[in-house]
C-alpha cells in the first residue's frame, strides 16, 4: 500500500512558476513509476508528466513539454512538478499517482488505467 500527500498548489500569474511535491510512503517508492495528472472543471482527467523508476526516462503532453519538469528525489520518497511559463489553461486540479506498469513507456505511463494509487488531488490556478 502507498499513500500519497501532495503539496498545497498555489495561484499565480501567467508566466509564473509553481512546484508541486508528492510525498509517498512506503519504502519501495523506487520501484514505482510516478505520475502527474490534471483536471480541469467538467473535463476528463489528463496525463501531464510521468517518471519512470529509477528516474531512467521521462515523458510529457505536449501542452506542457518545454515548461515542466518532473523529478523524483528517491531517498526522500517523492516526486516533483517543476511549473513554469504558466498559463492560465494550466489551471486544474493536480494529482500525483504511482504505479508499475509493464514497461516504462509513453504508453503505459500516460495512461490513468496504470496507476494504482493516487494523491488527493491538489488546486493550481493561473490567473491570466
Known amino acids: 500500500q502507498v499513500q500519497l500527500v501532495e503539496s498545497r498548489g498555489g495561484l499565480a500569474q501567467a508566466g509564473g512558476s509553481l512546484r508541486l511535491s508528492c510525498a509517498a510512503s512506503?519504502?519501495?517508492?523506487?520501484?514505482?513509476?510516478m505520475g502527474w495528472f490534471r483536471q480541469a472543471p467538467g473535463k476528463e482527467r489528463d496525463f501531464v508528466a510521468a517518471?519512470?523508476?529509477?528516474?531512467?526516462?521521462?515523458y510529457y503532453a505536449d501542452s506542457v513539454k518545454g515548461r515542466f519538469t518532473i523529478f523524483r528525489d528517491d531517498a526522500k520518497n517523492t516526486v516533483y512538478l517543476q511549473m513554469n511559463s504558466l498559463k492560465p489553461e494550466d489551471t486544474a486540479v493536480y494529482f500525483c499517482?504511482?504505479?508499475?506498469?509493464?514497461?516504462?513507456?509513453?504508453?503505459?505511463?500516460?495512461?490513468?488505467?496504470?496507476?494504482?494509487?493516487w494523491g488527493q488531488g491538489t488546486q493550481v490556478t493561473v490567473s491570466s
Open positions: 512506503g519504502r519501495t517508492f523506487n520501484t514505482y513509476a
Open positions: 517518471i519512470s523508476w529509477r528516474a531512467g526516462s521521462t
Open positions: 499517482a504511482a504505479g508499475r506498469p509493464l514497461a516504462p513507456t509513453y504508453y503505459f505511463l500516460s495512461d490513468t488505467l496504470r496507476y494504482d494509487y
